[in-house]
């Protein structure tokens, strides 16, 4: 089974519509966080959480949201989505070592129409 | 400006011929070093990474890195690449030099031809 699961793998939507994308992991990883991947910029972070008591914002937060529900749940929403919020989507845990090697969900592929 | 940098956006190789990707990094400090690869359809998968000691660090799949100091980089190298290894690599970086977060370069995308 996988460690870090992503929900849905694929979704089309439409301009204005509230989407989440969710994330949940086996590791009992502390930390996670919610990256976007568009071609030929590489991982940008959205958000990420230390704890279910911490959330911070990464670097391209805006339109945005998230929610951690547990330690192994964290989840990511788009209010109102927009045509330019398509792209990859991939969540990731670290066990908050100093090596902070993080570990990899298969990635949600969100269309917004 | 602190960063992650990868020269290369695509690189064509043939089978069994040898292969190097570059990674540079620019911090005050030497971060923990890491690469990545990402299969078509796929998540990203850790390769291998650095934190300190031996310069020269082997990973799964066959690759090896090298950590050089004096030119700040953090190169990707497999002699003999297969077909399997068509993919898009990724070099990170980590650690308290960059503040504990976690940065990616934009990625290399290699070609592997018969």
């Known amino acids: 089974d996988a460690d870090v699961t992503q929900t849905p793998r694929n979704r089309i939507t439409k301009t204005g519509k509230r989407i989440m994308l969710e994330c949940s992991q086996t590791?009992?990883?502390?930390?996670m966080y919610w990256y976007r991947q568009d071609p030929g910029l590489g991982l940008q972070l959205i958000y990420y959480?230390?704890?279910?008591?911490?959330?911070n914002k990464g670097e391209i937060s805006d339109g945005y949201s998230v929610s951690r529900q547990a330690q192994a749940k964290f989840s990511l929403s788009l209010e109102s989505a927009i045509p330019n919020q398509t792209a990859l989507y991939f969540c990731?845990?670290?066990?908050?070592?100093?090596?902070?090697?993080?570990?990899f969900g298969p990635g949600t592929r969100l269309t917004v129409l | 400006a602190q960063s992650v940098t990868q020269p290369d956006i695509h690189i064509t190789v043939s089978e069994g011929a040898s292969l190097e990707l570059r990674c540079n990094y620019s911090?005050?400090?030497?971060?923990?070093l890491f690469w990545y690869v990402q299969s078509p359809g796929q998540g990203l998968q850790l390769l291998l990474k650095?934190?300190?000691?031996?310069?020269l660090v082997q990973g799964i799949k066959g690759f090896e890195a090298e950590f050089k100091r004096s030119q700040s980089s953090f190169n990707l190298r497999k002699p003999s690449v297969h077909w399997s290894d068509a993919a898009e690599y990724f070099c990170?970086?980590?650690?308290?030099?960059?503040?504990?977060?976690?940065?990616f370069g934009t990625g290399t995308s290699l070609t592997v031809i018969p």
């Open positions: 990731a845990t670290s066990d908050g070592q100093p090596y902070n090697e993080q570990f």
């Open positions: 590791k009992g990883h502390d930390r």
């Open positions: 959480s230390f704890d279910v008591k911490d959330i």
């Open positions: 911090y005050g400090a030497t971060p923990y």
């Open positions: 650095y934190f300190s000691g031996d310069t």
């Open positions: 990170a970086v980590g650690g308290p030099a960059t503040g504990n977060q976690f940065y």
